[in-house]
C-alpha cells in the first residue's frame, strides 16, 4: 500500500504536465485552425473599373481607371496599346488596353487579381441640345458619361424647344437632340435632320406654379394668379411651356395679363427668382432644382397635364461616332439616367 502510493506521488507531478502540455497544444492547434480558416475565408476587395474608353495619346491617372477598397499597393501589367507611367496610364494609337491589376493580402483583404480590356479611341466631342428644363438632370448625366467614356467630351446647349428645331433647320451642329415637346421633334424629324427611327420618350413632366421662396403672396392654386398687383410671368406660346400653360389656365377658366413671356422655362425661374416676378408657371422639375431661389406649388391633377419629353439622334450627326451617340442616349435613358431624372422630379415613362 506504502509503496502504491509512492508510485502515486511520483507520476502524479508527471500527469499533471502532461495534461497541462495537451491542453496548451490543443489551444495552439485551435488558435492555428482559426487563423487559417480566417485566412482561407478572408473577404475579398472590391475592384471597380470606372473607364470603358480611352483617348489615345494621352496620359490618365489610374484613380479615373480602377477603384478599390484595398489598401495594398497597386501592380499593373499592359499590353496593346497602353503602359503603366508612374500613377498613368498612357495611351498609344487606336486599339486595345489589356490591363492586369493585381493586389497583395492584407490583414483585412485577401490578395485577388482582377483585368480589364478598354478600348483606346481618338477624341470626340458630343453635340447635344436639349430643353433648358432638362439641363440639371443632362449636365449630371454628362459627368457620369464622361467618367466612364475618357476620350468622349459632351458640349450642351439648353434652349427652349422651339428655339432649338429653329436652330438645327437652321444648320447648327448637333449630334442628339431632346426636348420637351412632340411637336418641335416632329418638326425636325419632318426636315430630315432628325431620324425617326431614333426618337423615343425619354421622360415625363408636369407644370406647377413657380413663387418666391416662402411664398410671400400666400398663392395656392391658379384662381390666386387672378388677384389685383400679382405680377405673373409665362414662357412664350411659341414654346412648350407657354403652350402647355395656356391649356391648364383654359381648364381651370382663369385669365390674367401676363406681365412678360420668357424664351425658356429657366427664364421664368430667374425672373421669380430674382423677385421681378410674384408667381409663373413653368415645370415642377424647375421648381426642385431652383428650391433655394423659388417654391413649386402644386396644380390640381384633374387640370394639370403630362408633357412627354422626346429624344433623338441626328440624321447626320457632326460626330462620327456613332458608338459614343450611342451610350449617352443608353446612359440617359438607362438605370443611371433614370435614377437621375427621378430624384430631379421627372416622371419616368
Known amino acids: 500500500m506504502h509503496a502504491t502510493n509512492s508510485l502515486r506521488n511520483v507520476f502524479t507531478p508527471k500527469l499533471v504536465a502532461i495534461r497541462r502540455l495537451a491542453v496548451v497544444a490543443i489551444l495552439a492547434w485551435f488558435a492555428c485552425g482559426q487563423l487559417v480558416s480566417a485566412k482561407s475565408y478572408a473577404t475579398a476587395p472590391t475592384v471597380v473599373w470606372l473607364a470603358s474608353s480611352l483617348p489615345d495619346s494621352t496620359r490618365i491617372e489610374i484613380s479615373k481607371i480602377v477603384e478599390t477598397d484595398s489598401t495594398a499597393q497597386m501592380k499593373l501589367n499592359t499590353r496593346g496599346s497602353c503602359d503603366v507611367k508612374g500613377k498613368y496610364i498612357a495611351t498609344q494609337k487606336v486599339g486595345i488596353c489589356q490591363i492586369e491589376l493585381r493586389l497583395a493580402a492584407t490583414p483585412k483583404f485577401a490578395a485577388i487579381t482582377s483585368s480589364a480590356i478598354i478600348q483606346v479611341k481618338k477624341k470626340t466631342e458630343l453635340t447635344v441640345l436639349a430643353a433648358a428644363s432638362l439641363a440639371n438632370s443632362f449636365e449630371a448625366i454628362g459627368k457620369v458619361f464622361m467618367a466612364k467614356y475618357l476620350n468622349v467630351s459632351v458640349k450642351f446647349n439648353f434652349a427652349g424647344s422651339a428655339t432649338l428645331a429653329t436652330q438645327i433647320q437652321q444648320g447648327a451642329p448637333v449630334d442628339i437632340v431632346a426636348m420637351a415637346d412632340t411637336s418641335n421633334i416632329e418638326k425636325v424629324v419632318a426636315s430630315g435632320d432628325i431620324e425617326r427611327r431614333s426618337v423615343s420618350t ?75 416676378a410674384d408667381a409663373g408657371i413653368a415645370y415642377v422639375t424647375d ?54 431624372f427621378v430624384d430631379n422630379g421627372f416622371i419616368l415613362p
Do not use: H, M
Open 202 to 276: 425619354l421622360v415625363r413632366n408636369q407644370l406647377a406654379i413657380l413663387v418666391q421662396r416662402g411664398n410671400p403672396q400666400k398663392i395656392g392654386s391658379l384662381n390666386d394668379l387672378t388677384r389685383s398687383g400679382l405680377k405673373v410671368v409665362l414662357c412664350d406660346i411659341s414654346q412648350p411651356c407657354g403652350k402647355y400653360a395656356a391649356i391648364v389656365l383654359t381648364r381651370a377658366n382663369v385669365s390674367f395679363t401676363v406681365a412678360s413671356r420668357e424664351a425658356s422655362a429657366s427664364g421664368v425661374v430667374l425672373r421669380v427668382g430674382l423677385g421681378e
Open 287 to 340: 421648381g426642385l432644382v431652383a428650391g433655394d431661389k423659388v417654391d413649386a406649388i402644386k396644380i390640381a391633377e384633374n387640370l394639370n397635364l403630362i408633357a412627354d419629353y422626346p429624344i433623338g439622334v441626328a440624321t447626320s450627326p457632326t460626330t462620327k461616332d456613332r458608338a459614343a451617340i450611342s451610350a449617352f442616349v443608353a446612359t440617359a435613358s438607362g438605370k443611371i439616367g433614370r435614377q437621375i
